[in-house]
């Protein structure tokens, strides 16, 4: 099959450029798009591309795969690749630092906007703050996010305002602290998200939804977070 | 958070707020004028200016009208800061379509009460 990478290497290209591999599926047989990966640096060892547990629990390795962001390890070829052809390139919107591999900074900058860590101000119980199974519930399709950034990389709002608007996954961290029970800082996460860009940017048009690895809804979550500030207003 | 803005509300809750409700001024004053236009086969001038003439269709359309240019504005501001990066040149555009929405409405208002 036919695979065509995109390779920048800031050192020695002026500009990046599509490199086309042909590549031989050893025993056809249908291999997650992190295995190719790793069959092309075989060929050439000079590929960049980051990975780490390569069973989607990470998140090193989204990728931008026949248009389509998601996690190369979890991606089996036969989900992505037309025409016997595959189209790999880095997640959209980042700045490249080499081949497959973007600075994450702007997103992890958003991310720390929404301060994720639980913030109380009672004084601590002697083992542990406890929660009933029902609060415990609303954390669910909320804790499970790894961070990858596949969701605010397919998001046009995340490409025009990659440094005002938080993106799909902050938010959904974001509705993580605010709907957690043992969270008291409510009112003032709320107060620093009523700007037209932190969460207002989100037009719902749900394309965090749709490339989720992990199957979450930031969407919904946006939503939640944009009810909280309706029922807060005066 | 954001805090150097140059938006309607200067809150992004109070934005989407007037955009959802103008939307929804706008769009009943598009049904009714449709239902009108729909339910009157034989309109005539006559009856066009009758209609222009009552006071709770001038506060209709004036509504109308003040709707759409809150929505354009909040509008054309979003679209602006996504695509607009240059400030200069997005300050002219946000400019321009402050003054254009100003015109339509003072022109609007003439033309309503000149009836």
Known sequence: MLVSVYRYNPEIDDAPYMQDIHIDIPGGKDIMV??????????????GYRRSCREGVCGSDGM????????ACITP????????????????????????????????????????????DT?????????????????????????????????????????KFIGPSGLLQAYRFLADSRDTATTERLAGLDDPFSVFRCHGIMNCVSVCPKGLNPTKAIGKIR???????? | MVTSITSFGRSGLYDWMIQRV???????????????????????????????????????????????????????????????KPTGIRFLFQSACGLLTFIYVVWGIQILWGV
């Open chain 1, 34 to 47: 992190l295995d190719l990966l790793q069959l092309l640096k075989d060929k050439d060892p000079t590929m």
């Open chain 1, 64 to 71: 931008n795969m026949n248009g389509r962001n998601g996690l």
């Open chain 1, 77 to 120: 070829l036969s989900e992505v690749v037309e025409n016997d052809k595959l189209v790999l390139r880095p997640l959209p919107g980042l700045p490249v630092i080499r081949d497959l591999v973007v600075d994450m900074s702007q997103f992890y900058k958003q991310y720390e906007k929404i301060k994720p860590f639980l913030i109380n």
């Open chain 1, 123 to 163: 004084p601590p119980p002697a083992i542990e703050r406890l929660q009933s199974p029902e609060e415990r519930a609303e954390l669910d399709g909320l804790y499970e996010c790894i961070l990858c950034a596949c969701c605010s990389t397919a998001c046009p709002s995340f490409w025009w305002n990659p440094d």
């Open chain 1, 227 to 234: 009810n909280m500030l309706i029922s807060q207003a005066t």
């Open chain 2, 22 to 84: 103008t939307a929804v001024v706008l769009l009943a004053f598009t049904v009714f004028m449709i239902g009108y236009m729909l339910f009157s086969p034989n309109l005539d001038y006559q009856q066009w200016k009758e209609l222009f003439e009552c006071t709770s269709m001038r506060i209709f359309t004036l509504m109308a009208l003040l709707s759409m240019a809150a929505h354009a504005w909040i509008g054309m501001w979003s679209i602006s800061t996504d695509y607009i």
